[in-house]
Each structure stands twice: as C-alpha cells, then as structure tokens.
T-cell receptor, first 114, second 112 residues
Framework: GAGVSQTPSNKVTEKGKYVELRCDPISGHTALYWYRQSLGQGPEFLIYFQGTGAADDSGLPNDRFFAVRPEGSVSTLKIQRTERGDSAVYLC????????????FGEGSRLTVL | SQQGEEDPQALSIQEGENATMNCSYKTSINNLQWYRQNSGRGLVHLILIRSNEREKHSGRLRVTLDTSKKSSSLLITASRAADTASYFCATGEKTSYDKVIFGPGTSLSVIP
C-alpha cells in the first residue's frame, strides 16, 4: 500500500492477556517508530528502529513491552500481561533513510484493556 | 518521554484570524517539526525547520525557531474552519540516530 498500515485498528482485551500490534511501513522506509497516545495528550515515544535493530528503546515503559522488526520492514509491538493503564492509541510511523525528516504515520491501533 | 511544553493548550479563534502556537523544548536538537492531527486520526507532517534555520514558510504557515531560548512558534494566517485540529511540535534529538519527541499539543478551534 501507499501509506503506513496498522492492524488491528481496534483491539479490546482483558486484563492479563497478551496483545500484538502490527505495523507495515511504507516500502523502503528504513526508520520505524512506535508511539503511545492517551486521550488529550501528545504521542509518547516508545521505541524506534533503524533497519532491523532497535536504535533507541528508552521509551518502553517496562519489560512487559517488547517490539521486533526481524526483516527490517514489518514491526510488531508486543504487550504481555496487559493492564488497564495500557489502554491508549498506539501509533506507528516510518521515514526513509537515516537523515532527519518527515515521519509518515499510520492511523493507529486503539487498545482497550478491560 | 515527552519534550517540553506547548502554549496555549487550547485556542479558539474566528475564521480569518491568525493563530499562533508556541513550543518549548529541553534538549539540544537537530530539527523541529510541526504536525497536525484531526480528531481520531493519524498525524500529518506540516513543516520541518533545521537547527541552523530561524524562520520557514509554507503556504499559510510560518515557523520560527530560537535555539538560544529553546522555543519555536507556529503561525497559521487567515485561518479556516478546516484548520480545526490539534497541533504538535516534535524535536529531533541530537543523538547519533534521530529520536523524535512530541510535545503535549495545542487544540485549535476555528469558528466559522
């Protein structure tokens, strides 16, 4: 597709369950970012990748959160033992190359933990 | 992590007026960007200004950057109802890779 694709668009789960959120970046974009956004707040940085490696994962809130990008394209954000406080919109963005520039965002995955 | 503050948190103006939003940040940066987000949608890039630039224009948008004060402003001239959205500044941190950190945003309402 032409843009960043995120699936699922909505996910409702129960406290304690495991969740995977997927991001399919724009083809050829080497940098990929994950953010978390709560209602009325700005996007909170979680992690970003250059190629297959996590260049900076300092925003992951704790060890229940993990993200992978095994082939340098699609990325999966994994959340174990979900808590109600994990409820938010998870945004993915990508950009080409290593030079600073515009981020292209997906529409987000809305996670609700009951 | 989030970067700095945005001011005001909310702004309501009449169509045709200018809207000014301010952003302050804390760290050394390579660049600063502004994004727009319509309710419930993803973010859309508006403009990027590099740390060695002081002012940049794009259509009805004017961005300034003062690295000595660690602040930036976004001016939207001749606002339209369609400009109603949230606006975020985002800084590209001066690390070996470009970590991008967003501010809390300004909610702009343009009344027809």
């Amino acid at each position: 597709g032409a843009g960043v694709s995120q699936t699922p668009s909505n996910k409702v789960t129960e406290k304690g369950k495991y969740v995977e959120l997927r991001c399919d970046p724009i083809s050829g974009h080497t940098a990929l970012y994950w953010y978390r956004q709560s209602l009325g707040q700005g996007p909170e940085f979680l992690i970003y990748f250059q190629g297959t490696g996590a260049a900076d994962d300092s925003g992951l809130p704790n060890d229940r959160f993990f993200a992978v990008r095994p082939e340098g394209s699609v990325s999966t954000l994994k959340i174990q033992r979900t808590e109600r406080g994990d409820s938010a919109v998870y945004l993915c963005a990508s950009r080409p190359g290593t030079r600073a520039g515009e981020l292209f965002f997906g529409e987000g995955s809305r996670l609700t933990v009951l | 992590s989030q970067q700095g503050e945005e001011d005001p948190q909310a702004l309501s103006i009449q169509e045709g007026e200018n809207a000014t939003m301010n952003c302050s940040y804390k760290t050394s940066i390579n660049n600063l960007q502004w994004y727009r987000q319509n309710s419930g949608r993803g973010l859309v890039h508006l403009i990027l200004i590099r740390s060695n630039e002081r002012e940049k224009h794009s259509g009805r948008l004017r961005v300034t950057l003062d690295t000595s004060k660690k602040s930036s402003s976004l001016l939207i001239t001749a606002s339209r109802a369609a400009d109603t959205a949230s606006y975020f500044c985002a800084t590209g941190e001066k690390t070996s890779y470009d970590k991008v950190i967003f501010g809390p945003g300004t909610s702009l309402s343009v009344i027809p």
